[in-house]
């Protein structure tokens, strides 16, 4: 070949290639903007990009559409008039799928003709309107983002200051010193069930979310103080929202990885309707990895899940909405049938955990003339734990220890109504309706040699009822006051409570914002509590606890924020919780107390006549992302305590102390946004929770831990320190966005105490240890 076709021909290639490289991959930005309250479409919003001369105005249903956007990291300004503006920043624009936004905006208050009020520019700021303290909200790109979070609500949220998990091996969070049993879970307006896989009974968190990330909207995490809507929680509340699926267009995501196979599916149901269906499912990969040798799990772990939301709107009968959640999840361990092998008494026991949870629910809003909205859910859940643990004899014969089957069905009827006044005055009124029946059986064997005995075997029903009545007031650009009531009331034992709730929020100015808050909460005892079984002086069976009443908690938050610009702000939260009613042991020697209970049932008899009180100092320093850098740091000192039925104080078993977390992420994006680098990290030192001390010669004795409760959580156990890394790659393609991610949990490998027990075999007390690193590869493509 001659020179000069050579040099023509590498020319050509280069020119191609070049132009290959430097094609602009772009997509569509589209999305609806609705009143805050009423949730109305806005008319004639204007629309525009700040990264780029682009633009758009809603037309008559609120809908807007941008095409042809680079793709990259945007910002966007909406305003309309009457309205705040709203100003979105560090919106993600890739080229597997269109970026579909729900904007609500807030009305500005008016003086006759006058508008006095200034453009807000938020982050973070609660979805929920009524919520002005010790609240957030997050998004679904917080749970694929921050190192660690693994797409779970929960361990996304351990990033936030006063959170702390429970232990490494579940995603239980720990509020502010109170115990995860405290934490209400909220969907689409409705109280739902322990949405986590391998949950036990009476918990609120599990080995993993059964939840998809996919189908998550930006939702609220509130830590105290709560508005008159949430009841029944003591601790916090997860108000999660399920985004709708692509009404314009069918988009597709596949994602396989370590904790399982993953598809969803989203679209419209038809050209000229404005209808969508969302859809995901979950087949986990664990069994197949331990099977393998890859993971040492130590036992056989399976789950699979299956969610969607399916939006239907009408022309005039308002808006329909079918969505649901289901997982099932077990765990099976065989003990070795060679004595050769046992080198415990551990080795010798076999068990088997099943956890099965599954909601249904339907929505319906409409608006009630031009000053009301209507919305009504119906939902149907249902859950199961289950588990028994056998013991192999000498024979290799199974000796049945335990056994456990907690069945609860529930259908619940929730209606709210949100009002407008005026510009100024915002009213919010609702009720909530649940029938619940249950099919509780526990028994157990004291020791190998005994007889089983009955704890629990009862098949009841029972209903609970919830209203609430909120108003917030807006008296100037500067000051929004809000009071409340929430009334929860028990058939099962006809126990009733009023709860106040009242919170003030001052803008001093655009730097600073001062907020105080305050709160009469309860929370109803764990279903299995009221039905334990015991036996009177004269040998007869009775339910000890049917008659306990709610455990109650007063909150007072005081919190103050400083924003040094748009993009960092210093915030400080003061709180003190004042707990009382919690049921305690009858017997003075017993300390036992609800406030340090995190999973399953106590079977032992109960009065409400023990107390508690948390109080602390949360500390946070957080840059929001911008230039694709972003950071946290925080720091809670707190105390948490309890009085037990012998008068006396103790620690809670919660009572850490100290939280210090720092949480950061830096991306790397090409110039041509083709390619985009993460890495994430997060560092935790926090003071161990409290123990007590094991009564070696009684458990000698009695061939089980004894503890000596007279020194309930004396002891703390070592300090918690952990560090996790995430890094990612993605890849924008001219029809798809591919992302491979590497989580390192625990990355420095530390191995946490978790507790203390006694070992027969070495006839001592040693620490029992949590997980070491564990390394979570995901790939996920969409389309």
């Given at each position: 070949?001659?020179?000069?076709?050579?040099?023509?021909?590498?020319?050509?290639l280069?020119?191609?290639?070049?132009?290959?490289q430097?094609?602009?991959?772009?997509?569509?930005?589209?999305?609806?903007v609705?009143?805050?309250?009423?949730?109305k479409?806005?008319?004639?919003?204007?629309?525009?990009?700040?990264?780029?001369?682009?633009?758009?105005?809603?037309?008559?249903?609120?809908?807007?559409?941008?095409?042809?956007?680079?793709?990259?990291?945007?910002?966007?300004?909406?305003?309309?008039?009457?309205?705040?503006?709203?100003?979105?920043?560090?919106?993600?624009?890739?080229?597997?799928?269109?970026?579909?936004l729900?904007?609500?905006?807030?009305?500005?208050?008016?003086?006759?003709?006058?508008?006095?009020?200034?453009?807000?520019?938020?982050?973070?700021?609660?979805?929920?309107?009524?919520?002005?303290?010790s609240?957030?909200?997050?998004?679904?790109?917080?749970?694929?983002?921050?190192?660690?979070?693994?797409?779970?609500?929960?361990?996304?949220?351990?990033?936030?200051?006063?959170?702390?998990?429970?232990?490494?091996?579940?995603?239980?969070?720990?509020?502010?010193?109170?115990?995860?049993?405290?934490?209400?879970?909220?969907?689409?307006?409705?109280?739902?069930?322990?949405?986590?896989?391998?949950?036990?009974?009476?918990?609120?968190?599990?080995?993993?979310?059964?939840?998809?990330?996919?189908?998550?909207s930006?939702?609220?995490?509130?830590?105290?103080?709560?508005?008159?809507?949430?009841?029944?929680?003591?601790?916090?509340?997860?108000?999660?929202?399920?985004?709708?699926?692509?009404?314009?267009?069918?988009?597709?995501?596949?994602?396989?990885?370590?904790?399982g196979?993953?598809?969803?599916?989203?679209?419209?149901?038809?050209?000229?309707?404005?209808?969508?269906?969302?859809?995901?499912?979950r087949?986990?990969?664990?069994?197949?990895?331990?099977?393998?040798?890859?993971?040492?799990?130590?036992?056989?772990?399976?789950?699979?899940?299956?969610?969607?939301?399916?939006?239907?709107?009408?022309?005039?009968?308002?808006?329909?909405?079918?969505?649901?959640?289901?997982?099932?999840?077990?765990?099976?361990?065989?003990?070795?049938?060679?004595?050769?092998?046992?080198?415990?008494?551990g080795?010798?026991?076999?068990?088997?955990?099943?956890?099965?949870?599954?909601?249904?629910?339907?929505?319906?809003s409409?608006?009630?003339?031009?000053?009301?909205?209507?919305?009504?859910?119906?939902?149907?859940?249902?859950?199961?734990?289950?588990?028994?643990v056998?013991y192999?004899?000498?024979?290799?014969?199974?000796?049945?220890?335990?056994?456990?089957?907690?069945?609860?069905?529930?259908?619940?009827?929730?209606?709210?109504?949100?009002?407008?006044?005026n510009?100024?005055?915002?009213?919010?009124?609702?009720?909530?309706?649940?029938?619940?029946?249950?099919?509780?059986?526990?028994?157990?064997?004291?020791?190998?040699?005994?007889?089983?005995?009955?704890?629990?075997?009862?098949?009841?029903?029972?209903?609970?009822?919830?209203?609430?009545?909120?108003?917030q007031?807006?008296?100037?650009?500067?000051?929004?006051?809000?009071?409340?009531?929430h009334?929860?009331?028990?058939?099962?034992?006809?126990?009733?409570?009023?709860?106040?709730?009242?919170?003030?929020?001052?803008?001093?100015?655009?730097?600073?914002?001062?907020?105080?808050?305050?709160?009469?909460?309860?929370?109803?005892?764990?279903?299995?509590?009221?039905?334990?079984?015991?036996?009177?002086?004269?040998?007869?069976?009775?339910?000890?606890?049917?008659?306990?009443?709610?455990?109650?908690?007063h909150?007072?938050?005081?919190?103050?924020?400083?924003?040094?610009?748009?993009?960092?702000?210093?915030?400080?939260?003061?709180?003190?919780?004042?707990?009382?009613?919690?049921?305690?042991s009858?017997?003075?020697?017993?300390?036992?107390?609800?406030?340090?209970?995190?999973?399953?049932?106590?079977?032992?008899?109960?009065?409400?006549?023990?107390?508690?009180?948390?109080?602390?100092?949360?500390?946070?320093?957080e840059?929001?992302?911008?230039?694709?850098?972003?950071y946290?740091?925080?720091?809670?000192?707190?105390?948490?305590?309890?009085?037990?039925?012998?008068?006396?104080?103790?620690?809670?078993?919660?009572?850490?102390g100290?939280?210090y977390?720092?949480?950061?992420?830096?991306?790397?994006?090409?110039?041509?946004?083709?390619?985009?680098?993460?890495?994430?990290?997060?560092?935790?030192?926090?003071?161990?929770?409290?123990?007590?001390?094991?009564?070696?010669?009684?458990s000698l004795?009695?061939?089980?831990?004894?503890?000596?409760?007279?020194?309930?959580?004396?002891?703390?156990?070592?300090?918690?320190?952990?560090?996790?890394?995430?890094?990612?790659?993605?890849?924008?393609?001219?029809r798809?966005?591919?992302?491979?991610?590497?989580?390192?949990?625990?990355?420095?490998?530390?191995?946490?105490?978790?507790?203390?027990?006694?070992?027969?075999?070495?006839?001592?007390?040693?620490?029992?240890?949590?997980?070491?690193?564990?390394?979570?590869?995901?790939?996920?493509?969409?389309?």
């Amino acid at each position: 070949m001659k020179s000069y076709q050579r040099f023509f021909l590498t020319y050509l290639l280069l020119l191609i290639f070049g132009s290959a490289q430097a094609q602009t991959l772009v997509q569509t930005i589209r999305g609806t903007v609705t009143d805050k309250i009423l949730q109305k479409p806005i008319p004639g919003a204007t629309i525009r990009l700040l990264t780029v001369t682009m633009g758009d105005q809603t037309d008559e249903q609120g809908m807007f559409s941008i095409q042809g956007v680079p793709v990259g990291v945007h910002a966007i300004v909406v305003s309309a008039l009457g309205y705040k503006e709203v100003t979105l920043n560090n919106l993600t624009l890739n080229s597997g799928k269109e970026l579909v936004l729900q904007v609500t905006m807030e009305e500005k208050i008016i003086e006759g003709k006058e508008v006095v009020i200034k453009t807000a520019k938020k982050k973070n700021v609660p979805i929920n309107d009524m919520s002005l303290i010790s609240a957030r909200s997050f998004s679904v790109e917080e749970t694929q983002k921050y190192a660690a979070a693994v797409n779970d609500p929960s361990r996304m949220a351990s990033n936030y200051p006063g959170v702390m998990m429970a232990d490494d091996g579940n995603n239980q969070i720990v509020i502010r010193g109170n115990s995860p049993s405290g934490l209400l879970w909220r969907m689409e307006g409705v109280d739902i069930p322990n949405p986590n896989h391998f949950a036990s009974a009476g918990s609120s968190g599990g080995g993993i979310s059964i939840i998809s990330s996919q189908l998550l909207s930006n939702s609220d995490f509130v830590t105290g103080a709560f508005s008159s809507e949430y009841g029944n929680a003591l601790s916090g509340v997860f108000d999660l929202k399920l985004r709708k699926g692509n009404n314009k267009k069918r988009e597709y995501s596949l994602q396989a990885g370590v904790l399982g196979l993953n598809a969803a599916a989203e679209g419209p149901f038809a050209s000229n309707y404005k209808g969508s269906y969302l859809i995901n499912y979950r087949y986990s990969t664990l069994s197949v990895l331990s099977k393998s040798g890859i993971l040492d799990m130590g036992a056989v772990t399976n789950f699979q899940d299956l969610s969607y939301n399916i939006f239907l709107p009408t022309k005039s009968m308002g808006t329909f909405t079918l969505f649901s959640f289901g997982g099932l999840s077990d765990q099976n361990y065989d003990a070795k049938k060679d004595s050769s092998t046992w080198k415990n008494y551990g080795d010798r026991y076999s068990s088997k955990f099943i956890s099965n949870t599954g909601l249904w629910g339907a929505t319906h809003s409409i608006h009630l003339g031009s000053s009301n909205l209507l919305k009504t859910c119906i939902a149907f859940s249902k859950t199961r734990n289950a588990y028994h643990v056998d013991y192999t004899l000498n024979d290799y014969n199974n000796q049945r220890l335990y056994e456990q089957d907690f069945q609860t069905q529930k259908i619940t009827l929730s209606s709210s109504l949100n009002h407008r006044v005026n510009s100024r005055w915002n009213v919010r009124t609702g009720v909530i309706g649940n029938a619940i029946w249950f099919d509780f059986f526990e028994k157990y064997r004291p020791k190998v040699d005994d007889a089983m005995k009955t704890s629990i075997n009862t098949k009841a029903q029972t209903q609970s009822v919830q209203a609430y009545l909120q108003t917030q007031y807006r008296m100037n650009d500067k000051l929004t006051a809000q009071v409340g009531l929430h009334a929860l009331s028990l058939l099962l034992n006809n126990s009733f409570s009023v709860e106040p709730r009242a919170a003030l929020r001052y803008e001093m100015n655009e730097k600073q914002v001062f907020s105080l808050g305050y709160g009469l909460h309860s929370q109803l005892q764990g279903w299995g509590i009221y039905f334990a079984n015991a036996t009177d002086s004269f040998g007869q069976a009775t339910m000890p606890n049917r008659n306990l009443g709610f455990s109650k908690a007063h909150h007072i938050v005081f919190s103050q924020q400083y924003s040094f610009h748009k993009d960092l702000k210093l915030k400080t939260e003061f709180y003190y919780q004042h707990l009382f009613n919690i049921p305690v042991s009858t017997f003075d020697t017993n300390t036992m107390s609800a406030i340090n209970l995190q999973n399953d049932y106590v079977r032992d008899p109960m009065v409400n006549k023990g107390k508690g009180r948390n109080y602390g100092l949360e500390i946070s320093l957080e840059k929001y992302l911008s230039k694709q850098f972003y950071y946290m740091a925080s720091a809670s000192l707190y105390t948490a305590k309890y009085t037990a039925s012998n008068g006396k104080e103790y620690n809670s078993k919660f009572n850490g102390g100290q939280i210090y977390n720092l949480i950061a992420g830096k991306e790397f994006s090409s110039k041509n946004q083709r390619r985009t680098f993460g890495l994430n990290v997060k560092m935790l030192y926090a003071g161990g929770y409290r123990t007590t001390p094991v009564n070696v010669d009684e458990s000698l004795k009695q061939e089980t831990t004894v503890y000596y409760m007279q020194q309930s959580f004396t002891e703390q156990l070592p300090a918690y320190y952990r560090g996790d890394i995430r890094i990612s790659m993605k890849w924008n393609r001219k029809r798809f966005t591919s992302t491979l991610s590497l989580d390192l949990q625990n990355a420095t490998n530390r191995k946490n105490v978790y507790d203390r027990m006694y070992d027969f075999s070495t006839k001592s007390v040693k620490y029992v240890y949590q997980t070491g690193i564990i390394p979570i590869l995901n790939y996920k493509i969409e389309w």
